[in-house]
């Protein structure tokens, strides 16, 4: 319930405060670009800040399926209420630190095993990094995979149907 009226006090804000908001015709059709700027603003009226987290790709132990930058996109087109962002939202906030500091150690890892590697490590050294190194690989690609189930199930079967159109043509 505290989350309903936060969402509504935010919007009695947007509403007193915004100086054009009495300019807005509500019946007009707007354009995708504006719609795409409309999309940033609904998910940052909630306080959930998407940043570019792409540079982490390549630590998960399989190819990443990031949803999130595509249903920010297209949240307009797909017809996601602030309800469904929020649920999304605490998800995110809880485990998202966890799957930074996770690639940063597999980032930090990869580099010791490389040295290891080409300098005069021992196997025992390297086969504890390689370890270390999948598993955290593991525990992202995990994080990923409960992150798209929240997702979806935070979706309608409708709107999760059309976030993976717009996921299949982002990844072409």
């Known amino acids: 319930m505290e989350k ?3 969402v509504f006090l935010i919007f009695v804000f947007l509403f007193l405060y915004s100086p054009s908001f009495s ?3 509500f019946w007009e059709k707007v354009s995708p670009e504006e719609e795409t700027e409309e ?4 998910f940052e009226a909630v306080g959930f800040k998407i940043e570019d987290d792409s540079w982490m790709d390549k630590y998960f132990l399989v ?8 249903l920010k996109a297209h949240a307009s087109e797909i017809g996601i209420t602030l ?8 998800f995110y ?14 980032e ?4 010791e095993l490389k040295q290891l590697v080409l300098g ?7 086969k504890e990094l390689v370890i270390n190194i999948a598993r955290l690989k593991a525990e992202l690609t995990v994080y990923d995979i409960k992150l798209v189930k929240v997702i979806k199930d935070a979706l309608t079967e409708e709107q999760f149907k059309k976030l993976l159109t717009y996921y299949e043509k982002s990844i072409i």
């Not at 309800?83 to 605490?90: A, G, K, T, V, Y």
């Not at 930090?108 to 580099?111: E, F, G, P, V």
């Open 93 to 106: 906030e809880e485990f998202y630190p966890e799957m930074e500091k996770k690639a940063k150690e597999v």
């Open 120 to 126: 005069k490590g021992s196997p025992q050294k390297i």
């Open 108 to 111: 930090t890892l990869q580099k």
């Open 4 to 6: 309903i009226k936060g």
């Open 83 to 90: 309800e469904q962002i929020e649920e999304i939202r605490s």
């Open 39 to 42: 999309n940033v603003d609904l």
């Open 23 to 25: 300019e807005i015709n």
């Open 63 to 70: 190819p990443r399926i990031n949803l999130l930058p595509v």
